[in-house]
């Protein structure tokens, strides 16, 4: 088994910049697939409310880009994005919102892992706003 070095606040070679000028839009959303777990098994069990949510089989008004559309689910999803509440382009800023919301729920995590067809992300889009450039993660992200 590898063992990793504890980290220190010298691991953080690149201070938080909310304005992080190469970044047009980013956000951090986490993604839960539940199988045949309906989502609102999935709220009662984290007790957080999601941002948004598929239901397999029931008919969901989806935007996008800004086209107002009514699709039917095809899986069952519970998801918590940041995007509408942490207006930093920093993406550190957004995961720590995300973490912050979890950290209390990680042994809840662990058993909703453990549910046949259950699969977990944390999806970080970055969108460059010059053609280059990237996001910057500290380790213990």
Same mark, same amino acid.
């Given at each position: ?33 539940? @199988? ?13 409310? /999601? ?73 970080? /889009?970055?969108?460059?706003?010059? @053609?280059?450039?990237? /996001? ?6």
């Amino acid at each position: 088994m590898t063992q990793f070095k504890q980290l220190t606040l010298g691991s953080r070679n690149t201070p938080m910049n909310s304005i992080y000028g190469t970044c047009e839009r980013t956000c951090a959303k986490l993604q839960i697939y539940s @199988g045949d777990m309906h989502p609102s098994v999935v709220t009662e069990r984290l007790g957080i409310v /999601p941002t948004s949510v598929i239901v397999k089989g029931e008919f969901s008004p989806r935007n996008s880009r800004g086209l107002r559309r009514v699709r039917v689910g095809k899986i069952n999803g519970w998801f918590l994005s940041s995007e509408d509440f942490v207006p930093s382009k920093d993406v550190r800023h957004h995961l720590d919102w995300i973490l912050e919301r979890l950290e209390a729920k990680k042994v809840v995590l662990l058993e909703l892992q453990d549910v046949p067809g259950v699969k977990m992300f944390i999806f970080c /889009p970055w969108w460059s706003k010059h @053609g280059q450039g990237g /996001p910057t993660l500290w380790p213990e992200q």
